[in-house]
């Protein structure tokens, strides 16, 4: 393991963010921008911008480009980074944000004994992984949110777009990742590499750490290295734990098309993030109840095991134990003294790695599922020309969803697709929400699902629609009753449905108003 700093001294006042975010404008516009930031993505609440990603890409490359003009050697912890950022270059700079709570159920785990990194199955070859800073600066003690991963395979490792970068041979396959750190007013790289038939248990203890800057004492070094082996503990939790969990991972899609006016680029296409672990919740042990032998806040350790299945046992699979935040369960009757000492106590279990505690005798754990605060969002733009603006016909309804519910990510032609438009009182379109996807004749249609974006929305009257895969939007008599029911919920609710249209193909739609299933 080695670590190289690239430049110290950038600025007390700043942190990582905002200096990387200020180094973007180098990059906007100009023909390394769709290598370095192929797709623009949207970070969640509490990331760094993901300008910081092209941002740093485009600092390392250039380093070494003009290190290259002035005859300056390269060491080999650049070459590690440069080999990590081709394949995050050729992969198409995917970006994975890592849910806090998972984050901290990750690093509570231990690493298993029987695995290779070569056992290991990532998301992407070449991917840049997202964590939040909060937790990396608990858990590292530095300002810190993206780091940059690769596994590689042995061979020759370029970027034919990229001008005068070198050709890479790795002599062996290994995983590797590079990261950019912010400390003391000061910008830093660390890079890591290890071998691939390495077990991922011994690896880190297996390589050796060099400071190629010579600018830190005894005791600076040290912490750096302590800093970099956490993190690659971490990395290779992380991916241990994708592997006995891939539905974790959570794919982006297009949210906004890229729009193009007299030749030029007026607005670029957005993507929603890939995320990894949002649906995930820890599994919590209550306190309080004087049976666990330890009242402390603390986890109870999870591991990954090859757990026996199958006839007479004969199979194994990778099941991920997980770690158990015990005594976590909050007194009604806690002052506010009580609660802030608790949600301190919360993150210092969620950052102390420590041995695993015994579990006492008549000690339960139970799942606790935690309420959640919701907003509504806009997913994507949706243009309207002057003509479509309102929505008092059928017609202009059928022509809405021919320009924008086909052109949604998860539309099926294929299948039954059942969407709302939400109107104010002018009847214009304040929006679209796609509810529910069926099967080629059947689709599954409650109010509830219906009505709950008018509510949010403050929608003021509706026009449900679905398409038929058929091509022919004749009403059956399942549809007849869809409306009448939707039609009471709505006037329940003092929101009006003002039609039901069904989608044939090309031209062809029909109103269930038009054909006096409306008659009040």
Same mark, same amino acid.
């Given at each position: 393991m080695s670590i190289c700093v690239l430049d110290t001294q950038a600025g007390t006042t700043l942190g990582l963010s905002q200096f990387l975010s200020a180094q973007y404008h180098l990059v906007e516009g100009t023909p390394l921008a769709p290598i370095l930031e192929p797709r623009r993505t949207l970070a969640p609440p509490g990331y760094h911008s993901t300008k910081c990603v *092209?941002?740093?890409?485009?600092?390392?490359?250039?380093? *070494?480009?003009?290190?290259?003009?002035?005859?300056?050697?390269?060491?080999?912890?650049?070459?590690?980074? /440069?080999?990590? &950022?081709?394949?995050?270059i050729k992969y198409g700079v995917r970006t994975f944000f890592v849910q806090e709570e998972f984050a901290r159920a990750v690093a509570a785990t231990d690493l298993p004994h029987d695995f290779t990194l070569d056992d290991l199955?990532?998301?992407?070859?070449?991917?840049?992984?997202?964590?939040?800073?909060?937790?990396?600066? %608990?858990?590292?003690?530095?300002?810190?949110?993206?780091?940059? &991963?690769? +596994?590689?395979?042995?061979?020759?490792?370029?970027?034919?777009? $990229?001008?005068?970068?070198?050709? !890479?041979?790795? @002599?062996?396959?290994?995983?590797? =990742?590079?990261?950019?750190? =912010?400390?003391?007013?000061?910008?830093?790289?660390?890079?890591?590499?290890?071998?691939?038939?390495?077990r991922v248990d011994e690896t880190i203890a297996k390589h050796c750490y060099t400071d190629y800057t010579g600018l830190k004492d005894e005791f600076g070094v040290q912490a750096d290295k302590e800093m970099t082996d956490r993190l690659s503990g971490l990395m290779l939790k992380l991916l241990v734990v994708l592997n006995t969990r891939p539905s974790l991972v959570e794919q982006g899609c297009?949210?906004?098309?890229?729009? !193009?006016?007299?030749?030029?680029?007026?607005? /670029?296409?957005?993507? *929603?993030?890939?995320?990894?672990?949002?649906?995930?919740?820890?599994?919590? %042990?209550?306190?309080?109840?004087?049976?666990?032998?330890? @009242?402390?806040? /603390?986890?109870?350790?999870?591991?990954?095991?090859?757990?026996?299945?199958? @006839?007479?046992?004969?199979?194994?699979?990778?099941?991920? !134990?997980?770690?158990?935040?015990?005594?976590?369960g909050m007194v009604e009757s806690q +002052?506010?003294?009580?609660?802030? &000492?608790m949600n301190e106590a919360v993150q210092q279990a969620n950052t102390q790695p420590g041995p695993a505690c015994p579990q006492a005798q008549g000690a339960r754990a139970a799942r606790t599922f935690c309420a959640k605060e919701y907003k509504l969002v806009a997913l994507r733009e949706c243009p309207l020309p002057e003509e479509m603006d309102l929505c008092d016909t059928a017609d202009k309804a059928a022509a809405y969803w021919r320009a924008h519910v086909t052109s949604h990510p998860a539309f099926n032609p294929e299948a039954e697709c059942f969407v709302? $438009?939400?109107? +104010?009182?002018?009847?214009? !379109?304040k929006g679209h929400l796609l509810v529910a996807t069926g099967t080629l004749d059947t689709i599954l249609v409650h109010p509830r699902e219906v009505f709950r974006a008018a509510i949010v929305a403050a929608a003021a &009257?509706?026009?449900?629609? /679905? +398409?038929?895969?058929?091509?022919?939007?004749?009403? *059956?008599?399942?549809?007849i009753k869809v409306t009448r029911d939707l039609i009471r919920a709505g006037q329940l609710l003092k929101i009006e449905v003002l039609d039901h249209v069904i989608v044939g193909a090309g031209d062809k739609r029909t109103s269930l108003r038009e054909l006096g299933f409306f008659c009040s």
């Open positions: *092209s941002a740093g890409l485009f600092l390392l490359l250039g380093e *070494s480009r003009l290190k290259d003009r002035l005859g300056l050697p390269i060491v080999p912890t650049e070459i590690t980074a /440069h080999t990590v &950022a081709y394949q995050v199955h990532w998301p992407l070859a070449g991917m840049v992984v997202g964590f939040p800073p909060r937790f990396m600066q %608990e858990y590292l003690g530095r300002d810190l949110c993206y780091v940059y &991963a690769a +596994n590689c395979d042995a061979g020759n490792y370029s970027v034919a777009a $990229l001008q005068g970068c070198p050709t !890479i041979t790795v @002599p062996r396959s290994k995983v590797a =990742w590079w990261f950019y750190a =912010w400390r003391d007013g000061n910008l830093e790289c660390f890079a890591s590499s290890y071998l691939r038939e390495d297009c949210v906004r098309p890229e729009r !193009i006016k007299h030749g030029r680029v007026k607005q /670029h296409q957005l993507w *929603s993030p890939n995320l990894i672990g949002w649906r995930y919740q820890a599994t919590v %042990e209550r306190g309080g109840n004087g049976t666990h032998a330890s @009242p402390r806040l /603390h986890w109870r350790r999870g591991h990954v095991r090859r757990q026996p299945y199958g @006839p007479a046992r004969g199979q194994r699979k990778l099941v991920w !134990i997980e770690p158990v935040l015990v005594g976590a +002052n506010e003294e009580e609660r802030l &000492a709302v $438009l939400l109107l +104010n009182t002018r009847r214009r !379109i &009257a509706v026009v449900i629609m /679905h +398409n038929h895969p058929s091509g022919e939007p004749e009403p *059956s008599e399942a549809d």
